[in-house]
C-alpha cells in the first residue's frame, strides 16, 4: 500500500526538542563526546554495504534512514523497505547508511529509545557482519514485538549476534549514549533533512544525499519498493 497511508500525520513522529543551539554548535558538541563509535562517519552515520562497515560497493547508489525506535512510521518503513534493501546490499547494488535517534526517549519509562540504539551501535560496533545489525532493526520494528521484550538481549542473539557481544550490548553500561544523544541533537538540526513544513521528522530517508519525500508516492500511486 502507499507508504502515505502507513505513516500519515498520527504515525509521524516530528522532534518535539526545541534548541538553542545552531547546527554547527551541535556538531562541535558530537565532536567533543569522548566516547566516539569507530564505525561511524563524520555525519553520524553507520555506512553498510557487501564489503561491511565503513565501505561502500563502488556505483551503487546511498540509502540514509533516520530512525528512533518509538516511532510506528520507522517500523512501518522497515517492515515495508528493509528486506528489499538488504537483498539489494548484499547484491553490491546498494548501501544503506543508518541514523539512530532518540528523542522520544522520554516517552518511555525505561529508557527504551536509549537502550534500542545503544545496543545497535554497540552491535555495530562489535560484530563484523552489517546482517545482523539489519536483522536486530527488524526484529524491534517486527509487528508482533513489544518494547518490554528488551529487558533481554534475545533480539539481538535472535538477529546472528552472539551472546558475548549482545550480553555486552544490553548490560546497562550505555557506553554510546552521550554519543546517541549528541548524534541525535545534531541530526534533527540539519537543514537538508527539514520535511517541506520545515522541520525534522522521523522516519527520514535521502537517496544520494537528495531528500526522499515518501508523500509524494502517494500522488504517484505507488509503493516504496517500486
Partial sequence: FAVYKAMRPSNTSSSSQQSN???DEAYSKLKKVSTQPANAD????FVISNKGYGQKAEGAPTVSIYMEPLCPGCASVNRQL??????????????????????QNNKSSDNYSNRVFNGAIYIAEHDDDPDHLMSYL???????????????????????????VAAAAFSGKNEYLDWLTASNNY?????????????FSSPT??????YWDLKQLTLADT????
Fill in 21 to 23: 543551539m545552531t547546527v
Fill in 205 to 210: 530517508l535521502t537517496i544520494n544525499g537528495e
Fill in 138 to 164: 527488524s526484529n524491534i520494528y517486527a509487528e508482533d514485538f513489544q518494547p518490554g521484550e528488551l529487558s533481554n538481549y534475545e533480539p539481538a542473539v535472535k538477529a546472528g549476534v552472539s551472546e558475548d
Fill in 187 to 199: 541530526t534533527i538540526l540539519r537543514p537538508e533533512l527539514f520535511n517541506s513544513s520545515g522541520a
Fill in 223 to 226: 509503493n516504496m519498493v517500486d
Fill in 82 to 103: 528493509d528486506p528489499t534493501l538488504v537483498k539489494l546490499m548484499n547484491a553490491g547494488q546498494l548501501n544503506i547508511d543508518l541514523h539512530f535517534l532518540n528523542f
Fill in 42 to 45: 563524520d555525519k553520524a552515520g
